[in-house]
C-alpha cells in the first residue's frame, strides 16, 4: 500500500468498518485529530501510537512503516482469542464499534478476568 502512517491509519479504521468519530472515541481524541493524522498533518500520532494500533486491530509496525499485513501483530495465543477474533468479524459495523469501546475501557480500568 502507498502512502505513510496517515494512509495506513485511514485503511485500517476503514478495514475496521469505523469512523473517523469511532476511532476518535476509541482513542480518546477529537474527530479533527483523527482526521489531521489521516492527511499527514498532525504531529501527536507517535503519542497516541499504540491506542490507534489496538483500536484499529493492527501493529503499530505495520501503521509505521507498512511491515505486515493489515491484520498484522501477533497470532491468536489461545483458543479464547482466536474465538473472540472469529464472532468480532461476523458483527456488523455498530456492534464493532461497540465491542471495541469495551475493550479499551476494561484494558484502562485493569480489568483482570482471572480473578
Same mark, same amino acid.
Request: hydrophobic residues 45%; aromatic residues 2%.
Given at each position: 500500500? %502507498?502512502?505513510?502512517?496517515?494512509?495506513? $491509519?485511514?485503511?485500517?479504521?476503514? @478495514?475496521?468498518?469505523?469512523? +473517523? *468519530?469511532?476511532?476518535?472515541?476509541?482513542?480518546?481524541?477529537?474527530?479533527? =485529530?483523527?482526521? +489531521?493524522?489521516?492527511? %499527514?498533518?498532525?504531529?501527536?500520532?507517535?503519542?497516541?501510537?499504540?491506542? $490507534?494500533? *489496538? =483500536?484499529?486491530?493492527?501493529?503499530?509496525?505495520?501503521?509505521?512503516?507498512? %511491515?505486515?499485513?493489515? +491484520?498484522?501483530?501477533?497470532?491468536?495465543?489461545?483458543?479464547?482469542?482466536?474465538?473472540?477474533?472469529?464472532?468480532?468479524?461476523?458483527?456488523? @459495523? @455498530? %456492534?464493532?464499534?461497540?465491542?471495541?469501546?469495551? =475493550?479499551?475501557?476494561?484494558?484502562?480500568?485493569?480489568?483482570?478476568?482471572?480473578?
Amino acid at each position: 500500500m %502507498d502512502g505513510g502512517v496517515g494512509t495506513r $491509519i485511514r485503511v485500517a479504521r476503514q @478495514a475496521a468498518g469505523l469512523t +473517523q *468519530a469511532g476511532l476518535a472515541a476509541l482513542v480518546g481524541v477529537t474527530r479533527s =485529530a483523527v482526521a +489531521q493524522w489521516e492527511t %499527514d498533518r498532525a504531529g501527536q500520532v507517535g503519542g497516541n501510537l499504540t491506542r $490507534i494500533a *489496538a =483500536a484499529l486491530g493492527v501493529s503499530a509496525q505495520h501503521l509505521l512503516t507498512g %511491515d505486515e499485513g493489515p +491484520q498484522g501483530g501477533r497470532a491468536a495465543e489461545s483458543g479464547d482469542e482466536l474465538a473472540l477474533l472469529h464472532l468480532y468479524r461476523g458483527l456488523g @459495523a @455498530a %456492534d464493532r464499534q461497540v465491542l471495541l469501546r469495551l =475493550a479499551v475501557r476494561l484494558s484502562r480500568d485493569g480489568v483482570n478476568p482471572t480473578e
